[in-house]
């Protein structure tokens, strides 16, 4: 601006205007602030303040015996003298108090006036370090991690349960069995009673190798014994079915669908349209769930003299990259996804020829691949060097095809179930450590076997098919996540009690007034009254047991039917003479008439009886003619 008039705040143009128009001027001039002058000053009175009250309180320190405690969080927190002329001198360091010592802040909440500035972090006491270093000591023990603390029981049938998924939000658990059964189990909706809300038979009378959840959780792979798998949604509707292959084409590249039973099946990690099966007929196919009619790829695993052998499981890597499939001869063979000539890692010997490999399954990190051998073995095989096994575990009894084995959500254990024979002692669950494969922990589940387990890495519950029927959850209130969690604490829902029959309305419009009814305008007055009552809502009597009583009939004998049965078709009397049959009452009807008889006593005649001897000799006086010709 220009030169101003300090008397009236405006330039000498402004003052001009302000005469022509008859006032004064425009206003007195706005004060203005420096700030930075402001904020310096106000940082050197808080510094001045801060120093004051710390040497106080060193003071009052050194006559406890806490020196040693104070000096070293004065060391770590309080700058030194030079640091704060320092900052007092340059502009561009750190702007405000320094951090007060440990008493102090024990302190502070009483003598809040002397301190004006920001919140102070709380620095941790002895005890704290204490309670963190215990806390470390659990969180390095992956035991402590285990979820065992309760379990529930969810009673699936009475046969294996060989087939276990869970949804990736936990929120709905499928289960499958020898017993051709899918059920569906919500925790969310499920009471205490625990009773799935859904049962089918997807695959009629096909035993149920594998069930599991893409990883949307909107549809579920469904593998039975026989050689279409097919794809049901969340409601257990089929959305797919694969289509069968031509069982005379030899090579199996040129059909469009397997050919004998599925072994297994699982869902791609990263896409969700792909899935992978295997089957008897020696291949292991790719499907888009967009395109039922034919599959995508073919991967044909080979023996070393270059024959067909049977995979028995499959699965991807954690990045889907990889394809991996166990075989009857004990091989592994590993593919990559997109090219199904070649295999990328294969072992011919990576278990005894002729166990059926029961499960693959890759670690978090994918840096190792676990197998389950039909050799009662455990092993685990590093896939930067997949010659040898890093590590076996032996005398983990199976019987079972699909005995599984996975990976704890902290990549720091593997699970496997053992089998057991009828009466020969529990089925357990047994945890290795991933790195040494000593065994760490084991639950005993139940008088069977242990076929399937699963670790749901967000509920931290672990889900166990057994061989007798049930399904266990295995959790713990404290580290676990919804899941059973939600339906234990809900109470038994009570069963309705069925409401009074009441007569039904009968509309008769054209009726007599006399036999007209009043038209209903409620029915619950009507059930009111009906219960009131004493005839309509008299209870039944149960039915009579034995000969009756009361004049009522009892259940035997009570029906037509079985009146005559007891009294007619069971009679013992002999009816082969009839002419005896007839006379056996005719003297008790002669000594006592009753009906006929009194009647007509006067005009009836006397009744008179051939003797069978003279019927005999009138037979034989009777004329020649009469006599039959034999």
């Given at each position: ?305 270059g024959k067909k052998v049977i995979p028995t499981c499959c ?110 002692g529990n089925g357990k669950l047994i945890f290795f450590d ?92 009507q059930l009111e009254k009906d219960r009131l009552d004493p ?96």
């Amino acid at each position: 601006m220009d030169h101003e008039d300090q008397s009236y705040g405006a330039p000498a143009e402004g003052r001009d205007i302000a005469s022509v128009m008859g006032f004064s001027g425009f206003g007195k001039k706005a004060r203005t602030f420096d700030f930075n002058a402001i904020f310096e000053q106000t940082r050197r009175t808080a510094i001045e303040r801060s120093q004051r009250v710390l040497e106080e309180r060193e003071m009052e320190e050194g006559s406890r015996k806490k020196e040693s405690v104070a000096n070293s969080a004065s060391k770590n927190v309080l700058p030194s003298t030079s640091t704060v002329s320092e900052s007092s001198s340059s502009d561009d360091e750190l702007i405000g108090p320094p951090l007060p010592s440990k008493t102090f802040m024990q302190n502070s909440a009483s003598e809040e006036d002397e301190f004006i500035g920001p919140p102070i972090p709380r620095f941790k006491d002895s005890e704290d370090d204490d309670d963190d270093e215990s806390n470390n000591e659990d969180d390095d023990n992956p035991v402590q991690r285990i979820p065992d603390t309760h379990e529930i029981t969810l009673q699936h049938g009475t046969k294996t349960v060989s087939a276990l998924g869970l949804d990736p939000s936990g929120a709905r658990l499928v289960t499958g069995g020898y017993d051709y059964d899918v059920k569906f189990w919500d925790f969310a909706g499920m009471d205490a009673s625990l009773q799935a809300f859904r049962s089918l038979q997807p695959c009629e009378c096909h035993q149920i190798k594998s069930l599991q959840y893409s990883i949307t959780g909107d549809v579920i792979l469904v593998v039975a014994g026989n050689s279409q798998a097919k794809v049901l949604d969340r409601d257990g509707f089929q959305v797919i079915e694969c289509v069968k292959g031509d069982q005379y084409i030899v090579d199996m590249a040129n059909t469009k669908g397997h050919t004998a039973m599925l072994n297994g099946g699982c869902w791609h990690p990263k896409i969700k349209e792909e899935f992978l099966t295997c089957s008897n007929d020696g291949t292991v196919r790719t499907w888009d769930i967009n395109d039922e009619k034919k599959h995508k790829n073919v991967f044909k695993p080979r023996s070393m003299k270059g024959k067909k052998v049977i995979p028995t499981c499959c699965t991807y890597s954690r990045d889907g990259k990889l394809i991996a499939s166990g075989c009857q001869d004990g091989t592994i063979h590993i593919w990559d996804r997109n090219l199904s000539v070649h295999t990328k890692f294969h072992c011919r010997q990576a278990h005894v020829p002729g166990s059926d490999t029961s499960c693959l399954t890759f670690s978090y990190d994918g840096t190792l691949l676990a197998s389950r051998g039909g050799d009662d073995t455990l092993k685990t095989w590093d896939m930067r060097n997949f010659k040898n096994p890093i590590n076996v575990i032996t005398g983990l009894s199976t019987f079972f095809p699909m005995t599984d084995c996975c990976f704890s959500p902290d990549d720091k254990m593997i699970v496997t179930g053992t089998s057991v024979k009828k009466g020969d002692g529990n089925g357990k669950l047994i945890f290795f450590d991933r790195e040494t494969c000593q065994k760490m922990y084991e639950i005993e589940v139940t008088n069977s076997s242990v076929v399937r387990c699963l670790w749901h890495p967000k509920l931290n519950q672990i889900m166990v098919g057994t061989g007798n029927g049930l399904a266990k959850v295995y959790y713990d209130p404290v580290k676990s996540q919804r899941g059973a969690k939600l339906c234990v604490v809900k109470s038994k829902r009570k069963e309705k009690q069925a409401e009074a029959l009441t007569q039904d309305y009968i509309i008769t419009p054209h009726a007599l007034p006399m036999f007209r009814e009043d038209r209903q305008r409620s029915t619950r007055k009507q059930l009111e009254k009906d219960r009131l009552d004493p005839v309509k809502s008299h209870k039944p009597e149960p039915p009579v047991s034995g000969p009756g009583r009361g004049g009522r009939v009892g259940t035997h004998g009570g029906t037509l039917s079985s009146f005559i049965v007891k009294n007619i078709a069971l009679d013992k009397t002999d009816d082969s003479n009839p002419r005896e049959a007839i006379l056996r009452h005719a003297k008790d009807a002669e000594e006592n008439p009753y009906w006929v008889a009194p009647a007509y006593k006067r005009t009836q005649p006397n009744p008179v009886f051939a003797d069978e001897e003279s019927e005999d000799e009138d037979a034989d006086k009777e004329p020649q003619w009469k006599i039959r010709k034999i």
